[in-house]
């Protein structure tokens, strides 16, 4: 298998062309990376069937996965007219998750694209649960698409949380600067860097665990001191003041207000394990993916750090 990074779009079972089709073509192009295209079929029916006729139902499953490649072939001609090197391929398989890994360990990927389901009359997405496998345990990052009114990202936000002081934490945070400084520079975008502090919340979590209620003025102090932090993270890695958002209210509406006011096409966010259990870390990580306004790309930590 060759050792050239390069991106793999999760088409979707249907032959149908949706929005990550256009956000893959144009990032491959902004990259400069080969574009891989895999969908993931299985039938149940045919499955159940072919224990009864296997050869006949054998035939018409070969016939339904040849019909999905020369969709699929279509599709990567386009991206090849967009001068992107553009292979694809469709493999007939219940659990998707493990074939993806497959791809993980046998090709160097530098992103996976998939769509996210996006409801907009309620501002909403849903994910499926191939899309919280890979938000959690898949170390490639991924990027949901939910819509691509700009294919080539034109405005791109990476969101941080300089609360926490942990060597860990802020390692992580220069890690999704980097990736949406990259995004940015890769695709000629605008970047903003926001990060959102809740005081109140913050108050309300020591009291929730019986600590004396501290004085109103040490927390707004606290921030004081995090817009320190946030400030001297902005500059380590070359964002303008202008590009600089300190925020203060409650993060998951702030963020989304934010992205919606400024036109943003994808947010870069972070995501990682909590203490091994099947969940995201942090409510407001869970919640925002869910209420985004545009398309999400999830960094996951390095291996080197503990989650």
């Known amino acids: ?26 990032l491959a192009k902004a990259m400069q990376l080969p574009l891989h295209i895999v969908a993931f079929d299985y039938l149940q029916a045919l499955a159940v069937a072919g224990l009864f006729a296997p050869e006949q139902i054998s035939q018409a499953r070969d016939g339904y996965l040849q019909s999905h490649q020369q969709w699929l072939e279509q599709q990567a001609g386009l991206a090849r007219k967009h001068g992107v090197e553009a292979t694809c391929e469709v493999v007939w398989v219940q659990h998707p998750y493990e074939e993806i890994l497959h791809f993980v360990k ?16 309620l501002k909403r ?15 490639t990052p991924v990027h949901l698409v939910t819509n691509v009114l700009n294919p080539r990202p034109h405005n791109v936000l990476a969101i941080v949380d300089v609360l926490r002081s942990e060597e860990q934490d802020l390692i992580f945070n220069d890690q999704i600067i980097k990736a949406a400084v990259k995004l940015a520079e890769q695709c000629d975008a605008q ?29 707004e102090a606290l921030g004081v001191t995090q817009h320190e932090v946030f400030a001297s993270l902005a500059e380590r890695h070359g964002v303008p003041p202008e590009r600089r958002h300190f925020i203060e209210g409650a993060p998951l509406s702030s963020i989304c207000d934010f992205a919606t ?46 989650s």
């Open 191 to 219: 970047l903003e860097l926001v990060h959102v502090y809740d005081w109140a919340a913050v108050y309300a979590t020591d009291m929730g665990v019986g600590a004396l209620p501290l004085a109103t003025g040490i927390y």
């Open 106 to 121: 046998e090709m160097p990927l530098a992103l996976i694209i998939k769509d996210a389901q996006e409801e907009s009359a």
């Open 1 to 26: 298998m060759s050792q050239t990074q390069r991106l793999l779009l999760i088409a979707p079972p249907s032959m149908a062309r949706t929005p990550a089709f256009d956000r893959a073509t144009a």
């Open 125 to 139: 997405v849903f994910f499926t649960p191939l899309d919280w496998q890979l938000l959690r345990d898949c170390p």
């Open 261 to 306: 006011d400024h036109h943003t096409d994808v947010i870069v966010m972070g995501t990682v394990q909590h203490n091994g259990l099947n969940k995201l870390l942090g409510t407001t990580a869970e919640q925002l993916l869910h209420r985004a306004p545009c398309s999400v790309l999830a960094i996951k930590p390095s291996p080197l750090l503990p």
